[in-house]
């Protein structure tokens, strides 16, 4: 097998005989491996704009899919929760019933009301359904009902099991029926298995993980001037692809992505402590004003992910043109490219879904 050498004055690899190997011109740059592991970079300007093209549409698809996997979780967890309604379909909803019931009809009624009871604790939208006697009249009764929102209590009332009660009133089986409504300031209810897991992936989703993620950016936009010398090895050169025609040196967009990071990381890091003070003190903290009415860990979120989508064309000048990182690392194995697109796609999605709410309010103030 003959070793490939780079020629010092051309930038272009020959072979131990003096033959030049068939290389793009302007791709030879300090850092990058001629030929790239990937072999990209040695084929025409056409089929490296047509390659990179179909790996950022793959990557944009990619993370759309995987978007929506983590929203269709979420989804499935919240329809066996009790509480799925908290943030975006308001309060807790209550029904107070209190109801005298006609003494021939007594063993009618506590039979079909045990029933009602017992199959309405079994919806997911029902945090509590207790039936309660007053302890002075045998024939008088209060339904104590508390529904995770109006929509569950619309479902509710879909029941076989509510129209029995119904039928029952219909039927002329109460002396009188009055009912009040209210919402749910403090509410208690039933925690199955479900709701344990449902409040742990919550604390985890949107306290822990933006946290986490701040801190990560944090530490990445401090690296960008750190080793400003390595990152800038990675930023696709002018003229890369027969596409890449952006202004600015490479030093200058390792500057702003890194000032854009911590930025961002600082907004997560914060969006995230508050949320975590809202749960435990059910107050605002006020500790840094948000953009959008979604609140700063969503707008940070946002931020981050249309940040992260314009730095994805350096993981792809890594893939094509071999570019390392560290500057003076070895070539990088296509196993690593494989891996690092696949965080590249699941952190896309992770901040997708973390700042979905600012990102859909910033496409209606356009609409």
């Not at 029904?95 to 309405?120: C, H, P, Q, W, Y």
């Not at 009912?179 to 989703?205: E, M, N, P, T």
């Not at 059910?282 to 979120?301: E, P, V």
Request: proline share 4%.
């Amino acid at each position: 097998m003959r070793r490939r050498i780079v020629s010092p004055t051309t930038e272009k690899p020959t072979d131990d005989d003096g033959s030049k190997t068939r290389v793009v011109p302007g791709i030879g740059e300090d850092g990058c491996n001629l030929p790239s592991p990937s072999g990209v970079n040695t084929k025409g300007k056409l089929a490296q704009t047509i390659t990179v093209l179909v790996l950022l549409l793959s990557i944009g698809l990619a993370t759309h899919v995987v978007s929506q996997g983590f929203k269709g979780l979420s989804n499935a967890l919240d329809e066996h929760s009790p509480m799925h309604n908290n943030v975006s379909s308001g309060l807790p909803f209550s029904v107070i019933v209190e109801a005298e019931i006609k003494a021939d009809r007594m063993d009618e009624f506590m039979g079909m009301i045990e029933t009602n009871a017992l199959e309405s604790r079994k919806e997911s939208g029902c945090i509590r359904f207790d039936v309660l006697r007053d302890q002075s009249h045998d024939t008088k009764f209060w339904f104590y009902e508390v529904y995770s929102n109006k929509e569950a209590v619309a479902f509710h009332k879909a029941q076989a099991h509510y129209q029995s009660w119904a039928d029952f009133k219909a039927s002329g089986g109460t002396i009188s029926s009055v009912s009040h409504k209210a919402d749910g300031v403090f509410v208690g209810g039933k925690k199955d298995r479900y709701f344990y897991v449902q409040w742990f992936l919550r604390c985890i989703c949107s306290i822990g993980l933006p946290m986490c993620l701040g801190g990560i950016f944090l530490l990445a936009g401090y690296l960008h001037f750190v080793k400003a010398h390595d990152f800038e090895n990675i930023v696709p050169v002018w003229g890369a692809w027969g596409i890449w025609y952006v202004p600015g040196s490479r030093a200058f967009h390792v500057a702003w992505t890194g000032v854009a990071e911590v930025v961002g990381g600082l907004g997560l890091l914060v969006g995230g402590l508050e949320r975590m003070i809202l749960m435990t003190t059910k107050r605002s903290s006020g500790l840094m004003a948000s953009f959008t009415a979604a609140g700063l860990a969503s707008d940070s979120a946002a931020w981050l992910f249309v940040l992260v989508a314009l730095m994805t064309p350096a993981n792809v000048f890594m893939y094509t043109h071999g570019a390392t990182f560290p500057r003076d690392s070895g070539p990088l194995p296509l196993g690593f490219h494989a891996m690092r697109g696949t965080v590249q796609v699941v952190l896309l999605a992770i901040l997708h879904r973390l700042g979905e709410e600012t990102l859909e309010a910033m496409l209606m103030e356009r609409a």
